[in-house]
């Protein structure tokens, strides 16, 4: 008898459910709601929103708007985003999550701070990111982006360093790259690490391992845009090489199903619950109805 377990620690993060749920919110409402970027980054829980009203915009669309409601994701915004708002008349749903919120006014603050001497504001992000795009807008694009501790070994280290993260990035490396800009820092200039990863999120690796030790199979539901996704499915896979990454119960390669007597679903904190359990039913009605579904301990992190 085959057996299966949705990680509980798995699904939305805070900051996600708030904004999923504010969008829900608006739209019972009535009238056009407008959201900028992918409000979540899961293909699957975008359609199911679009098809409740939700449009979906880029920025270069939200620019041409005007007298009308968007709504701002987790991720964060730069300040020309809210400046564009004010001169159209947008009204602002603003779904920012709180922790994303106050590092960029961290950042800010770091960043508008008088100093005696040119110095570097770093965050360690992936370029391009929605929430970093934000970040480095609290500069006016001055901040340097670093992806990891090979980039962090080409900054300038005779000139004062602030080193930030985006909330969503490894823990493991960032401190790695706390260190080695500790140790090659110039002994005239001054080096502040501020450790703003989010501990919702980073807690979230240690529990993934132990959920995808105790399995023979895991497969882990998580949209390809996900960075978050990305580096959980990493976890796994490190743990538990029979770890699989899929978008959603198409993907599923049912004939792995067939050598394995615990199968493990889990995902991303852009992962919606739902989707987990649609995957669990398609494995349920492949095996002809022999999978005893079990309840794993609640992370303690949702």
Same mark, same amino acid.
């Given at each position: 008898?085959?057996?299966? @377990?949705?990680?509980?620690?798995?699904?939305?993060? $805070?900051?996600?459910?708030?904004?999923?749920?504010?969008?829900?919110?608006?739209?019972?409402?009535?009238?056009?709601?407008?959201?900028?970027?992918?409000i979540?980054?899961?293909?699957?829980e975008?359609e &199911?929103?679009?098809?409740?009203?939700? =449009?979906?915009?880029?920025?270069?669309?939200?620019?041409?708007?005007?007298?009308?409601?968007?709504?701002?994701?987790?991720?964060?915004?730069?300040?020309?985003?809210?400046?564009?708002? &004010?001169?159209?008349?947008? @009204?602002?749903?603003?779904?920012?999550? +709180?922790?994303?919120?106050?590092?960029?006014?961290?950042?800010? %603050?770091?960043?508008?701070a +008088?100093?005696? &001497?040119?110095?570097?504001?770093?965050?360690?992000?992936?370029?391009?990111?929605?929430?970093?795009?934000?970040? *480095?807008?609290?500069?006016?694009? %001055?901040? #340097?982006?670093?992806?990891?501790? @090979? @980039?962090? %070994?080409?900054?300038?280290?005779?000139?004062? =360093?602030?080193?930030?993260?985006?909330?969503?990035?490894?823990?493991?490396?960032?401190?790695?790259?706390?260190?080695? #800009?500790?140790?090659?820092?110039?002994?005239? *200039?001054? $080096?502040?690490?501020?450790?703003? #990863?989010?501990?919702?999120?980073a807690?979230?690796?240690?529990?993934? &391992?132990?959920?995808?030790?105790?399995?023979?199979?895991? $497969?882990?539901?998580s949209? %390809?845009?996900?960075?978050?996704?990305? =580096?959980?499915?990493?976890?796994c896979?490190?743990?538990?090489?029979?770890? $699989?990454?899929?978008?959603? +119960?198409?993907?599923?390669?049912?004939?792995l199903?067939e050598?394995?007597?615990? #199968?493990?679903?889990?995902?991303?904190?852009?992962?919606?619950?739902?989707?987990?359990?649609?995957?669990?039913?398609? =494995?349920?009605?492949?095996?002809?109805?022999?999978?005893?579904?079990?309840?794993? +301990?609640?992370?303690?992190n949702?």
């Amino acid at each position: 008898m085959k057996r299966i @377990e949705i990680d509980k620690g798995s699904g939305f993060c $805070f900051g996600v459910t708030t904004a999923i749920k504010k969008a829900e919110e608006e739209l019972k409402k009535g009238g056009t709601l407008y959201c900028l970027g992918d409000i979540v980054h899961n293909g699957r829980e975008c359609e &199911r929103l679009k098809q409740m009203g939700l =449009i979906t915009i880029n920025h270069d669309e939200f620019r041409q708007l005007h007298n009308v409601k968007v709504l701002l994701r987790a991720h964060g915004e730069p300040p020309e985003t809210y400046e564009t708002a &004010r001169k159209n008349g947008i @009204e602002i749903i603003d779904a920012t999550c +709180p922790v994303v919120l106050q590092l960029q006014k961290r950042i800010k %603050k770091e960043y508008a701070a +008088p100093a005696e &001497r040119e110095k570097q504001i770093v965050i360690y992000g992936k370029n391009g990111h929605a929430e970093v795009l934000g970040l *480095v807008g609290q500069t006016e694009g %001055k901040a #340097i982006v670093i992806e990891s501790l @090979e @980039e962090a %070994k080409k900054l300038d280290f005779t000139k004062d =360093i602030r080193l930030y993260s985006q909330t969503t990035k490894s823990l493991d490396e960032f401190n790695q790259i706390t260190e080695y #800009i500790r140790q090659h820092i110039a002994p005239d *200039v001054t $080096f502040q690490s501020s450790d703003t #990863i989010c501990r919702q999120v980073a807690n979230r690796m240690p529990n993934i &391992r132990d959920f995808a030790k105790q399995h023979d199979l895991i $497969f882990f539901v998580s949209g %390809k845009k996900s960075s978050n996704g990305k =580096i959980l499915f990493n976890e796994c896979k490190k743990v538990n090489p029979n770890s $699989f990454l899929v978008d959603d +119960p198409e993907e599923i390669d049912f004939s792995l199903v067939e050598h394995a007597d615990t #199968i493990g679903i889990c995902g991303a904190t852009s992962t919606p619950k739902w989707l987990m359990e649609a995957c669990r039913k398609a =494995i349920e009605e492949k095996t002809g109805g022999t999978v005893n579904e079990m309840t794993a +301990p609640d992370a303690g992190n949702q």
